[in-house]
């Protein structure tokens, strides 16, 4: 028996992955995944390049999900008498490409539609597929449509309660992430302008 084959306490047995080690590596990586990564995600904007003459844009944001592993950053437009039309283009950001997530795409965008209808104090129905849309830069948008009735009187289409708004959504992907634009009207004229105002978005 060598020297080497000795240490204090006992023989020197080779050490071996127990379950307990490997739940160490797992949290551990989890902890740097949490930490290091919200700061790994750079959010992107994705702009209407041509805005129709009866709107306007209003506002952007920043926001985060799932600690900070999911940005978004959201402009918003409406039209100009601050009560017909509504459109968000949303920018969608995660520490992994989207399309390498094991996730439902067109589900991802229907939540996403559902919160900015309830925001708006809406009920979503009638969902439906509303084929497709050429987008600048070369990109092809899935179109999505619902029916909404307003229920509440205290979101953007407030003054419009017990009445039926028209709901339609794009969504693509493009290099930095997932582009999301949900349109909001009153009359299909405002759906239709909101979808020509999506054709022209850059990101």
């Not at 437009?77 to 950001?93: M, P």
């Not at 759906?191 to 990101?203: L, Y």
Request: a negative charge.
């Amino acid at each position: 028996m060598d020297d080497s084959d000795l240490r204090l306490g006992g023989w020197n047995r080779p050490r071996r992955i127990t379950l307990a080690r490997i739940l160490g590596l797992l949290v551990t990586v989890g902890l740097v995944v949490v930490l290091v990564g919200p700061q790994m995600v750079n959010p992107f904007t994705a702009n209407v390049s041509n805005i129709e003459p009866l709107w306007q844009h209003t506002d952007e944001t920043d926001s985060q999900e799932y600690n900070g592993l999911l940005k978004l950053r959201t402009q918003e437009y409406e039209s100009v008498d601050g009560k017909t039309g509504l459109l968000y283009v949303i920018a969608l950001s995660s520490l992994v490409p989207l399309a390498d997530l094991p996730l439902d795409l067109e589900q991802t965008v229907a939540d996403r539609v559902q919160e900015e209808t309830e925001l708006q104090q809406a009920e979503l129905s009638n969902g439906r597929h509303a084929g497709s849309l050429s987008i600048s830069q070369g990109h092809t948008a899935e179109l999505l449509q619902w029916d909404a009735s307003v229920t509440g009187t205290s979101g953007f289409f407030g003054w419009f309660k017990g009445s039926d708004l028209r709901v339609r959504a794009a969504y693509w992907e493009v290099e930095q992430g997932l582009v999301i634009c949900v349109a909001f009207g009153t009359e299909l004229v405002r759906i239709d302008e909101a979808t020509r105002m999506v054709q022209s978005v850059q990101a």
